[in-house]
């Protein structure tokens, strides 16, 4: 059985955390809330560890982890080279949702990146994870804590319907702010490049650099070759349920869409949800479906923070298909987009 700490995060219990920070140093895999979704954490330095996360996840090896840090010093510790523009996107986004991806120094394992010469790193805002960091005196490597590929964990019952068992430790800090995984920003290229978009936004970017590129379709991989950053194989952060997804610049097109294939679904006997901004529910109650509402498409930061949290939820309750629509490409809306692309199983494309 794993074992599960409930700390308060506004007020983080230091035993507790010692109790944690001890394990990580005895080898041992502790699961912790970030700002983003719940890391699952090996110290850095340790390859058996490292290793240990890739078995208790099912993750290949080809896919990176990303190393956390709680300090500039420690950044010294995982890179050997830090440029100017990460100096300025650091004093401007750190600690918070934005992983850059650097030269990686000799201390880290190459297992931690798949065996690349680039590691990807960065420092985390919630104090539960900060104070963790602090007290290993290690940085910490972790992934989401969840099985691989499947919905990432949000809650401290998400990890442990996906790991009991598997990990040593579990800290349970309450839900975190952001809900979707960090931004990673390639700064090895000759251009800035997202790798995957997250918490921090393009345009937030943008304002800080001069030029930040945006990978393109290519950013979907399927092979063994080892992957630049995590979150990059075309299915992935995947539910149970089939995902059925629409892409629109057209709200009301897309929910029109919507129902049209619920109805179908329906007629075929298919326990069928729907993920709904607030402003579409009223449209979709005729269907009779189950309406799982995520938020105000006014607020997408509302809609990435409770995403992975309505999949899982729809899953728990056995529906066979969920429906979904886009939310556009620019701010957060980037990052909804890209994790429903990759956990769907079917992508319909409507003007």
Same mark, same amino acid.
């Given at each position: 059985?794993?074992?599960?700490?409930?700390?308060?995060p506004r007020q983080p219990d230091l035993e507790k955390i010692r109790q944690a920070?001890?394990?990580?140093?005895?080898?041992?895999?502790?699961?912790?809330?970030?700002?983003?979704?719940?890391?699952?954490?090996?110290?850095?330095?340790?390859?058996?560890?490292?290793?240990?996360?890739?078995?208790?996840?099912?993750?290949?090896?080809?896919?990176?982890?990303?190393?956390? *840090?709680?300090? /500039?010093?420690?950044?010294? +510790?995982?890179?050997?080279? %830090?440029?100017?523009?990460? #100096?300025? &996107?650091?004093? !401007?986004?750190?600690?918070?949702?934005?992983?850059?991806?650097?030269?990686?120094?000799?201390?880290?394992?190459?297992?931690?990146?798949?065996?690349?010469?680039?590691?990807?790193?960065?420092?985390?805002?919630?104090?539960?994870?900060?104070?963790?960091?602090?007290?290993?005196?290690?940085?910490?490597?972790?992934?989401?804590?969840?099985?691989?590929?499947?919905?990432?964990?949000?809650?401290?019952?998400?990890?442990?319907?996906?790991?009991?068992?598997? *990990?040593?430790? /579990?800290?349970?800090?309450? +839900?975190?702010?952001?809900? %979707?995984?960090?931004?990673? #920003?390639? &700064?090895?290229? !000759?251009?800035?490049?997202?790798?995957?978009?997250?918490?921090?936004?393009?345009?937030?970017?943008?304002?800080?650099?001069?030029?930040?590129?945006?990978?393109?379709?290519?950013?979907?991989?399927?092979?063994?070759?080892?992957?630049?950053?995590?979150?990059?194989?075309?299915?992935?952060?995947?539910?149970?349920?089939?995902?059925?997804?629409?892409?629109?610049?057209?709200?009301?097109?897309?929910?029109?869409?919507?129902?049209?294939?619920?109805?179908?679904?329906?007629?075929?006997?298919?326990?069928?949800?729907?993920?709904?901004?607030?402003?579409?529910?009223?449209?979709?109650?005729?269907?009779?479906?189950?309406?799982?509402?995520?938020?105000?498409?006014?607020?997408?930061?509302?809609?990435?923070?409770?995403?992975?949290?309505?999949?899982?939820?729809?899953?728990?309750?056995?529906?066979?298909?969920?429906?979904?629509?886009?939310?556009?490409?620019?701010?957060?809306?980037?990052?909804?987009?890209?994790?429903?692309?990759?956990?769907?199983?079917?992508?319909?494309?409507?003007?």
């Amino acid at each position: 059985m794993t074992i599960v700490l409930k700390v308060d995060p506004r007020q983080p219990d230091l035993e507790k955390i010692r109790q944690a920070a001890a394990s990580l140093l005895e080898g041992n895999l502790v699961a912790f809330p970030t700002e983003t979704v719940y890391g699952l954490g090996a110290n850095a330095l340790n390859r058996k560890a490292v290793e240990r996360v890739f078995y208790a996840k099912g993750r290949p090896f080809q896919d990176p982890l990303i190393v956390h *840090i709680a300090s /500039l010093q420690m950044l010294y +510790e995982v890179v050997n080279n %830090v440029p100017n523009e990460a #100096l300025s &996107l650091i004093d !401007q986004f750190w600690p918070g949702p934005l992983t850059l991806i650097l030269p990686r120094h000799p201390s880290i394992p190459a297992e931690v990146s798949a065996g690349l010469n680039t590691v990807a790193v960065r420092m985390p805002s919630h104090p539960i994870a900060l104070a963790l960091i602090e007290h290993a005196g290690v940085p910490i490597a972790a992934p989401s804590a969840n099985r691989f590929g499947h919905t990432s964990p949000t809650s401290a019952a998400h990890v442990l319907a996906d790991l009991d068992g598997k *990990i040593d430790l /579990l800290i349970d800090g309450g +839900e975190p702010i952001v809900g %979707v995984e960090s931004t990673v #920003l390639d &700064l090895t290229q !000759q251009a800035p490049v997202i790798l995957r978009p997250g918490g921090v936004t393009h345009e937030e970017l943008m304002k800080v650099l001069d030029s930040v590129l945006l990978h393109g379709d290519e950013s979907s991989i399927d092979q063994k070759d080892p992957m630049p950053s995590p979150g990059m194989l075309s299915r992935h952060y995947a539910p149970q349920a089939t995902l059925i997804l629409i892409e629109s610049e057209n709200s009301t097109n897309a929910c029109m869409r919507i129902i049209a294939e619920a109805t179908l679904l329906l007629e075929s006997g298919k326990r069928v949800a729907i993920l709904s901004a607030d402003e579409d529910a009223l449209i979709f109650e005729q269907l009779g479906v189950r309406i799982e509402i995520i938020g105000s498409s006014q607020n997408l930061a509302q809609i990435a923070n409770r995403l992975y949290s309505a999949i899982r939820l729809l899953d728990e309750e056995k529906i066979d298909f969920i429906l979904a629509r886009s939310y556009g490409s620019k701010g957060m809306g980037l990052a909804i987009l890209d994790r429903l692309r990759r956990a769907a199983s079917k992508i319909i494309n409507i003007e």
